[in-house]
């Protein structure tokens, strides 16, 4: 049966272009929610619109992911990769490209759905010149990643403006986790409106192969033992702790290990200069032999690498949710996560994996060396933790939530629209 038409929706994701391959720099966990909600939703009746900066020439201006749901590319300051601190410059040509697109196509969204700070401040703009209900995602909060780096970059002040006001003016905001809003109340705005819906994953892709089959597909031995990490190269990821916890000696002990490393990175980029520092200390530790680095890895390819991990590690000093935990939970793979943010939510310690203090190399050490050492206990973990994303985590009860909401803003946004027209 044909889905109940709903109704339009324009996500606006300026430097998280949902059509993208994933796993490059600046290409991660936003990329990954807006293409898969997108696509949840559209099956659900509504049109989705995924609005993004084109950052090439040669990048095709629409792509069409599915009936219903589709990429649109606008061109907002040069056709070329321009990193997120440099982007908000670019922001007011982005609007207007936007308004283009409307007029063009005849069409007015009453849903926009924006996603991080940069696409909030658009949302705020389109907000002031037509009627639409804005619901806003952080993905990132800049008052909580502050607090973590060691330099903060100059365009710190404007972000922490955008975030207060989009807090204050969204109609509603999306946090991802409970400690997402907590850190949202306690840091950025007592006002304006909050719901908690989690981030999903495909619960089809991760958990469809088994460990044996995964492994044999890999050409990896039963008996290896295999510590993976997927994500970007990014300081902020924690690679380092993983990489000097697996050199600890409870962890050395283990015979047959092996270290895998999934992620892109692009020569002469910040995520290539973080590669070869953590190249650097793999090699430093005498571990080259034991490591491996896969580079950027389809989704496809990285359900079996989850299936055949023991364990998967998200060693991050802060992560807003990490979409990497689901989807290693998902495939029956226990993770060792920091005990921050959104890994706090997802990772059960004891009962789904561990949770360590983040940049704590010797407890992630003894938590690897806690599983790694019972293997009953580390498939008891696994089942449990691929139970949690089943009822929790799969895009299609994320998109359900989302559903309920956008149909809620959008009876209010009629109603809005008869009180005005009988007050004129
Ligand atoms: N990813 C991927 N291939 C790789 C590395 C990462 O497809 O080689 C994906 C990963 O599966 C996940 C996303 O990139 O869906 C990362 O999201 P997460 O929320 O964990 O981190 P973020 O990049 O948003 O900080």
Redesign the pocket.
């Known amino acids: 049966m044909l889905p109940k038409k709903r109704g339009k929706i324009a996500f606006i994701s300026v430097h998280g272009d949902p059509a993208v391959n994933?796993?490059k720099e600046e290409a991660?966990?936003?990329n990954?929610y807006v293409r898969e909600v997108g696509e949840a939703l559209a099956r659900k009746g509504w049109q989705v619109d995924m609005f993004t900066r084109r950052s090439a020439r040669q990048q095709e201006t629409i792509v069409e992911h599915s009936p219903n749901c589709r990429t649109i590319r606008l061109t907002a300051g040069p056709e070329e990769f321009v990193a997120r601190q440099q982007l908000f410059e670019h922001l007011p040509e982005f609007v207007e490209a936007f308004f283009h697109f409307q007029n063009q196509s005849e069409t007015i969204y009453p849903l926009i759905h924006t996603n991080y700070w940069l696409s909030g401040w658009v949302g705020m703009e389109i907000k002031k010149r037509q009627l639409a209900k804005q619901i806003h995602t952080y993905h990132s909060l800049g008052a909580v990643k502050y607090r973590s780096i060691a330099a903060i970059p100059f365009i710190a002040n404007t972000r922490l403006n955008v975030e207060k006001q989009c807090l204050e003016t969204s109609d509603m905001v999306v946090a991802t986790s409970p400690q997402e809003r907590e850190d949202m109340r306690s840091l950025v705005s007592d006002k304006g409106n909050i719901t908690v819906i989690p981030c999903g994953t495909d619960i089809e892709r991760f958990g469809r192969v088994s460990r044996e089959q995964a492994r044999q597909a890999l050409g990896l031995d039963p008996a290896t033992r295999v510590i993976l990490y997927?994500?970007?190269f990014d300081p902020r990821k924690g690679i380092e702790t993983l990489v000097r916890a697996v050199d600890q000696p409870e962890v050395r002990q283990h015979p047959n290990l092996k270290l895998m490393i999934?992620?892109?990175s692009r020569p002469g980029q910040k995520d290539g200069q973080e590669r070869e520092r953590i190249e650097g200390i793999v090699s430093e530790l005498n571990l080259a032999n034991i490591t491996t680095f896969l580079g950027?890895?389809?989704?496809t390819d990285?359900a079996y690498y989850y299936a055949a991990a023991d364990i998967c590690v998200v060693p991050s000093h802060y992560e807003p949710?990490?979409?990497?935990a689901i989807?290693a939970m998902a495939s029956g793979t226990p993770v060792i996560a920091s005990d921050v943010g959104g890994l706090k939510y997802t990772v059960v310690h004891e009962e789904t994996g561990l949770l360590a203090p983040p940049q704590d190399e010797k407890a992630f050490a003894q938590a690897i060396n806690r599983i790694l050492g019972n293997s009953h206990w580390r498939e008891q973990l696994g089942q449990a933790a691929r139970q949690r994303v089943e009822t929790k985590f799969s895009w299609d009860s994320v998109a359900s939530q989302l559903d309920e909401l956008y149909l809620e803003q959008l009876g209010q946004l009629h109603q809005e629209f008869l009180t005005s027209s009988v007050v004129s």
């Open positions: 994933i796993g991660g966990g936003q990954v997927v994500g970007r999934a992620g892109g950027c890895v389809e989704h990285l949710f990490g979409l990497v989807e």
